[in-house]
């Protein structure tokens, strides 16, 4: 099983972004899904994740600019952002947490550089 992330990319300040990213490869339940996000110098933090009943939550950060949605028949997460900000550069990472044959797991995509020019 892996995670694509796709739509990262350099854009100016006030622009947007939609970032997609596919769980593929094998037979699996997917349960949370998030998207994390690590600037240079900095740790890794949460960017919103949405649940596998719907529910939703956000980095205070993004609150009102960034939308996260998932289309589970494509075993995919989206995460639409709006009114980007210069602080908002960073690698970001989707993760996904499925359950396949007994065991739970937790698996991360390899990182799309998001750029975000002032």
């Known amino acids: 099983v892996q995670l694509q992330a796709y739509g990262g990319g350099l854009v100016q300040t006030g622009g947007s972004l939609r970032l997609s990213c596919v769980v593929s490869?094998?037979?699996?339940?997917?349960?949370?899904m998030g998207w994390y996000r690590q600037a240079p110098g900095k740790q890794r933090e949460l960017v919103a994740e949405?649940?596998?009943?719907?529910?939703?939550n956000y980095a205070d950060s993004v609150k009102g600019r960034f939308t996260i949605s998932r289309d589970n028949a494509k075993n995919t997460v989206y995460l639409q952002m709006n009114s980007l900000k210069p602080e908002d550069t960073a690698v970001y990472y989707c993760?996904?947490?499925?359950?396949?044959?007994?065991?739970?797991?937790?698996?991360w995509g390899q990182g799309t550089q998001v750029t975000v020019s002032s």
């Open positions: 993760n996904a947490q499925y359950y396949s044959d007994h065991v739970d797991y937790n698996l």
């Open positions: 490869g094998g037979i699996f339940t997917i349960n949370d």
């Open positions: 949405i649940m596998s009943g719907g529910s939703i």
